[in-house]
C-alpha cells in the first residue's frame, strides 16, 4: 500500500497550489480520502474530506472557500487545490485513505509534503 503525495513547495501569500495523492495497493474507489495538515507545534489538523465516490465533500473552516478537495477514481488520485494560500496554510500536508465500509476498516497515511506560504 502507497499513498504519494506531490504538489508541495514554496509559494507567495495569495498564490495557489494543488496537492496531489497517488494511491496503490488497494481499492481507490471503496475509500474515504482526506487531507490533513500539520503545522510545527502543533496538532495535526482535518482539512478536507471527500467520500469514496466524490459525491460528497467536508472542510476545515480554515479551507471552506479557498480549497477544493477532487478524486479520480480512474487515476486511483486525490486532490487538493489550494488558492488565495495564507502564511497560516504553512505545514505538512498529508494524504489519508479510510475503507468507507465493512468491519474492519483500514486506513493509510502518506509520508507528507511540505507547503510553505512566504514572501
Known amino acids: 500500500v502507497q499513498l504519494v503525495e506531490s504538489g508541495g513547495g514554496l509559494v507567495q501569500p495569495g498564490g495557489s497550489l494543488r496537492l496531489s495523492c497517488a494511491a496503490s495497493?488497494?481499492?481507490?474507489?471503496?475509500?474515504?480520502m482526506r487531507w490533513y495538515r500539520q503545522a510545527p507545534g502543533k496538532e495535526r489538523e482535518l482539512v478536507a474530506a471527500?467520500?469514496?465516490?466524490?459525491?460528497?465533500?467536508n472542510y476545515a473552516d480554515s479551507a471552506k472557500g479557498r480549497f477544493t478537495i477532487s478524486r479520480d477514481n480512474a487515476k486511483n488520485t486525490v486532490y487538493l487545490q489550494m488558492n488565495s494560500l495564507k502564511p497560516e496554510d504553512t505545514a505538512v500536508y498529508y494524504c489519508?485513505?479510510?475503507?468507507?465500509?465493512?468491519?474492519?476498516?483500514?486506513?493509510?497515511w502518506g509520508q507528507g509534503t511540505q507547503v510553505t506560504v512566504a514572501s
Open positions: 471527500i467520500s469514496s465516490a466524490g459525491g460528497s465533500t
Open positions: 495497493g488497494f481499492t481507490f474507489r471503496s475509500y474515504v
Open positions: 489519508y485513505a479510510r475503507r468507507d465500509s465493512g468491519i474492519i476498516r483500514p486506513d493509510y
